[in-house]
């Protein structure tokens, strides 16, 4: 049975708690949101449109989630961190310290996240992001894509080669490599922005 605890939590209409899920401390549902499987939300967390927790994921400290966003397994999100545009984290992975994730971009495995992923929007919608795999290994990401940038050249030059669009995606991962190079590793640096959580927490 759902449970709401703590002072003012608020379940706004149409949003829907499943499965022993917990609101406590100023927590608020809006827009057709659900929680599902034992997940939890605390501290002045909140949830708009149509996002969606399952699998005891929990929210904490501010953190907040729009636009379809999602939440599965065990995922953990800390300190302001916000979700937009139907991100998503998946298996035991964590935000910190006021990340941000939009344009439905992807937590795997225990990855965690530290800092706002950079986007850049092609011109028919499409959000591009360069950022470190929970190995270290810097992967693009667009759409469903989600590849090395050698890999994401080859795929946009056999799909997209003598077109504007084309030319516009390599002017993308031009710019997306430079911004790497001078800026990217400062803010992916050694100091574990993108960790194996669960390996670091000797679990």
């Known amino acids: 049975m759902s449970v709401f605890k703590g002072t003012k939590t608020y379940q706004g209409e149409n949003s829907s708690m499943h499965g022993n899920s917990i609101m406590y401390e100023n927590s608020r549902m809006y827009d057709s949101s659900g929680m599902y499987e034992n997940s939890s939300m605390y501290g002045n967390s909140i949830m708009y449109e149509n996002s969606r927790m399952y699998d005891s994921s929990s929210m904490y400290e501010n953190s907040s989630m729009r ?7 065990n995922s953990i999100m800390y300190e302001n961190s916000r979700m937009y545009d139907s991100s998503s984290m998946d298996e035991n992975s964590s935000m910190y310290g006021n990340s941000i994730m939009r344009g439905s971009q992807i937590l795997r495995g225990t ?3 530290h800092c706002e992923i950079l986007t850049i929007k092609r011109s028919d919608g499409y959000d591009f992001a360069y950022w470190p ?23 946009w030059h056999l799909t997209r080669r003598g077109t504007a669009l084309g030319d ?29 959580y669960l390996e670091e927490q000797g679990e």
Request: charged content about 20%.
């Open 67 to 73: 636009g379809n966003s999602s939440m599965h397994g």
């Open 111 to 113: 990855q965690s996240l």
């Open 133 to 155: 795999d929970a190995d270290g290994v810097w992967m693009v990401t667009a759409g469903c894509m989600y590849v090395s940038m050698p890999d994401a050249r080859e795929h």
């Open 168 to 196: 516009e995606t390599m002017m993308i991962l031009d710019w997306l490599e430079q911004w790497q190079a001078s800026f990217g590793q400062k803010l992916w640096g050694e100091n574990a922005v993108v960790v194996k």
